[in-house]
């Protein structure tokens, strides 16, 4: 997810700021393949960013905000799916979110769901097009900046955004990536599917 979305938003002119591997020369390649960037620990990514994607499994979610250390005023855009290792449910329940959870660990940060309901093989295609149709992307959070600003982002992605409410509705969008999954990897539909909202 992280190397996807990012090698997009280099292209797109933003600064990426690679970070947070076992294989730091990972994230060197990474970085030098794309204009604009640069790979480093996730202090340094932090302090140099006003965005910041998480993009880890939800089992390394703490290690990952502790090793950022300060996100106070930034966009944390999460994109975690909180899912059980055997994919049989959310960690969480349904109860609460991941982006809830991680909100209530960094509660200075401004996090907003999104990118969560589409698969990584999306954001290393090509294009986000299907056909002549841009997808949409869900997406949801407390802070109309925070909102404003990931939202620009989504459309520079490729995708249609659709701003879902509050945090808390990362409750849907999070059950709705495990139907994505159960859609691409059990029913037979592959990795590049996306949903597209109509309205009238
Ligand atoms: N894959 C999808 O299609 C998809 C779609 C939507 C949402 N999501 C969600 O997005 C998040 C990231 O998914 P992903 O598929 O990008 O996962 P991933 O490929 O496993 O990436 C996880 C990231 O964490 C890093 N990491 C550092 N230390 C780690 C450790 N000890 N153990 C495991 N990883 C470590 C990995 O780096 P190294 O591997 O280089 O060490 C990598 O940068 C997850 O919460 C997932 O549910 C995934």
């Given at each position: 997810?992280?190397?996807g979305?990012?090698?997009i938003?280099?292209?797109?002119g933003?600064?990426v700021?690679?970070?947070?591997?076992?294989?730091?020369?990972?994230?060197?390649t990474?970085a030098?393949?794309?204009?604009?960037?640069?790979a480093g620990?996730p202090?340094?990514?932090a302090?140099?960013s006003e965005i910041?994607?998480?993009s880890?499994?939800?089992?390394m979610v703490?290690?990952a905000?502790?090793?950022?250390?300060g996100?106070?005023?930034?966009?944390?855009?999460d994109c975690?799916?909180p899912?059980?290792?055997d994919?049989s449910?959310?960690a969480?329940?349904l109860e609460?979110s991941?982006?809830?959870?991680?909100?209530a660990r960094?509660?200075?940060?401004r996090?907003?769901?999104?990118f969560?309901t589409?698969f990584?093989?999306?954001y290393?295609?090509e294009?986000r097009?299907f056909?002549s149709r841009?997808?949409?992307?869900?997406?949801c959070g407390?802070d109309?900046g925070?909102k404003?600003?990931?939202?620009k982002?989504i459309i520079?992605?490729?995708f249609?955004?659709?701003?879902?409410?509050?945090l808390?509705?990362a409750?849907?969008?999070?059950?709705?990536?495990?139907?994505?999954?159960q859609l691409?990897?059990?029913?037979?539909?592959?990795t590049?599917?996306a949903l597209?909202l109509?309205h009238r």
């Amino acid at each position: 997810m992280g190397s996807g979305l990012g090698t997009i938003w280099a292209h797109k002119g933003h600064h990426v700021f690679f970070s947070f591997s076992r294989d730091p020369r990972k994230l060197g390649t990474l970085a030098n393949v794309t204009p604009h960037c640069r790979a480093g620990s996730p202090s340094e990514a932090a302090a140099s960013s006003e965005i910041v994607l998480l993009s880890v499994g939800w089992a390394m979610v703490d290690e990952a905000l502790k090793a950022t250390g300060g996100l106070d005023g930034k966009v944390l855009i999460d994109c975690t799916n909180p899912l059980k290792p055997d994919l049989s449910g959310l960690a969480v329940g349904l109860e609460t979110s991941a982006a809830e959870e991680i909100q209530a660990r960094v509660s200075g940060a401004r996090v907003v769901k999104a990118f969560n309901t589409v698969f990584a093989e999306v954001y290393h295609s090509e294009t986000r097009l299907f056909g002549s149709r841009r997808p949409t992307m869900l997406f949801c959070g407390n802070d109309p900046g925070a909102k404003s600003t990931v939202s620009k982002l989504i459309i520079e992605t490729g995708f249609e955004p659709v701003d879902a409410g509050p945090l808390s509705s990362a409750r849907y969008l999070e059950p709705l990536a495990m139907l994505m999954v159960q859609l691409g990897r059990k029913q037979g539909l592959g990795t590049n599917i996306a949903l597209n909202l109509i309205h009238r």
